[in-house]
């Protein structure tokens, strides 16, 4: 359901992460959410994701996602451009300040959105909570 709340946000004309009326479900939600264009340019984060990277939204919003290919083992991105459905991995990551820190885990989904053509128009992606990390990890390990 959260995945046709933010295409409808992409479909209104002029609309941005703050006049999304269900930006606070959105906000609240224990796992990270990104949704990608097709360029794997960020056109919205949610909160969690926002205190996991500790980067406020609005510098998310001038980012790509290839940024991260230095504290990421895995571009989920990529794969689904690739493949062209939706792909789900585990990933490690690195804090992005602290390049040197220790790898963490998490899982990590990806879901295209497709135009009239077929073509992959947005990328969302999902990301397992710290709270939820150690539940998925003991389940799929």
């Not at 040197?100 to 992959?120: A, M």
Request: proline share 3%; charged share 25%; glycine share 2%.
């Amino acid at each position: 359901m959260v995945y046709s709340l933010v295409e409808e946000i992409l479909m209104r004309e002029n609309m941005t992460p703050h006049s999304f009326p269900y930006l606070e479900i959105l906000n609240n939600l224990d796992i990270g959410i990104a949704l990608f264009d097709a360029e794997g340019n960020y056109l919205f984060v949610n909160t969690e994701l926002v205190n996991w990277r500790n980067i406020p939204m609005l510098e998310f919003l001038k980012m790509n996602v290839h940024d991260f290919l230095n504290i990421l083992d895995v571009c989920v991105f990529d794969l689904v451009k690739k493949k062209n459905h939706r792909v789900s991995r585990l990933q490690y990551y690195k804090n992005k300040d602290h390049v040197d820190s220790k790898r963490r885990l998490r899982v990590v989904t990806g879901t295209p959105i497709f135009d009239e053509n077929g073509k992959i128009k947005y990328v969302i992606r999902s990301s397992a909570s710290e709270a939820e990390k150690n539940w998925w990890k003991a389940l799929i390990l």
